[in-house]
Every structure is written in C-alpha cells, then in structure tokens.
C-alpha cells in the first residue's frame, strides 16, 4: 500500500491510525533518510497506543520504553548501532518477540535479525511534488 501525504499533520495522522489498530507483539520497521519524517510518523503511532509522553528519537539509548500507553510501545533508534551484537545486550529479542508494540527506524542497518513477520514502512520525499510531499509504503511481511 502507498499512501501520500502532504503535511507534517497528515504524516502524523497515517502513524496515528496504524497505531490505533496496532496489536500486541506486532513490529513495525522504518526506513527514510534524515529529515523525512520518521519522528513525526513514531509520534502519530505512539499517540494512536493511547500514549502522551513526548516521543524523541532514542538516538544515544538505542531504545526508549514506554509503558503508558493501551500496549507497551518499544522505539528503537539504530542508526548510530556500531555492532549487531549491541542488540543482544539491550535484549531485542525479548521486545519484539513480547506482547507490545515495536517501532524500528533505520531497520535496514540490523536487517538480518528482523523477524519474519512485520510491517515494513518506508518513507521518500518527492520534492518536484512539494516540500512537505510524503510517499509511504507499508508493506507487510512474512505473513
């Protein structure tokens, strides 16, 4: 599925209504390049889970934990990962195979121990459509 959008609001929107339907122990990867709008689209998604905290990118932390939410949502950042091996020891397997909901950005740099089953999200700019031009493909896979 492609959907395009046109604002900030409009991308913030899409990750709200995923996020409304999500379900336990389901993951979500992400890939763009900077300043494309991941953190706008997490945000959407964390606030369609019933969650109010402020949502950042976890860039130093690796991942950033929220419980507050109708699931417990998981928000990983790993773009500036030096070492697969860092995911052992932060104990990724036990989020994305627990019972909340996992977002990953920059999932294609840890691409061989992704599970199976997911939901693939990539977002491009199209700046001959407009600045704040939007194509985000979600894709399931493995299922």
Do not use: C
Not at 38 to 43: H, R
Not at 98 to 119: F, H, K, Q, Y
Request: net charge negative.
């Amino acid at each position: 599925m492609i959907i395009e959008t046109r604002s900030a609001k409009e991308t913030y929107d899409l990750g709200k209504k995923i996020g409304s339907h999500a379900k336990a122990g389901e993951v979500y990867t992400l890939v763009g390049d900077l300043g494309v709008g991941k953190t706008v689209f997490t945000q959407g998604l964390a606030k369609g889970l019933g969650i109010e905290e402020s949502i950042s990118s976890p860039t130093f932390t690796i991942v950033q934990v929220y419980d507050d939410g109708r699931l417990p949502f998981y928000h990983f950042d790993v773009y500036r990962i030096g070492d697969i091996e860092e995911m052992d020891e932060i104990g990724f397997e036990d989020y994305v195979y627990g019972d909340g909901v996992s977002l990953i950005e920059w999932a294609n740099l840890i691409d061989e121990i992704l599970p199976a089953n997911r939901t693939e999200i990539t977002i491009e700019k199209d700046l001959e459509q407009g600045f704040d031009f939007r194509r985000i493909t979600v894709e399931k896979r493995g299922e």
